[in-house]
């Protein structure tokens, strides 16, 4: 799951998105990243293992979730359920 969203504060998003973590991990988050912009830091990524892509759609679709986002001074996230095809170290 990748998440690319501005924010209009990224400590209170961060806040927000910590006081979220019981909810994430009953709706099947397993590990997540947060990532900012080098040269836009209100640019936020999450990048997040779930359980499953149903699990991470019926989260992230919920009226719940929009109104954390709402709190949280999210602008217009944009959603990519992705299949892992290949991970690796060099």
Same mark, same amino acid.
């Given at each position: ?47 997040? *293992? ?5 699990? @991470?759609? #019926? !989260?992230?679709?919920?009226?719940? $979730? =929009?109104?954390? *986002? ?5 602008? @217009?996230? #944009? !959603?990519?359920?992705?299949?892992? $095809? =290949?991970?690796?170290?060099?």
């Amino acid at each position: 799951m990748l998440i690319i969203h501005e924010v209009e504060s990224y400590p209170a998003w961060k806040a927000v998105f910590d006081a979220a973590a019981p909810l994430r991990q009953a709706a099947g988050e397993r590990t997540y990243e947060v990532l900012r912009d080098a040269t836009q830091p209100e640019l936020v990524v999450h990048f997040s *293992r779930w359980t499953s892509h149903a699990d @991470a759609r #019926r !989260f992230f679709e919920s009226p719940e $979730l =929009e109104e954390i *986002r709402r709190q949280a001074g999210v602008k @217009a996230p #944009r !959603f990519l359920y992705l299949h892992q $095809l =290949e991970t690796g170290t060099l």
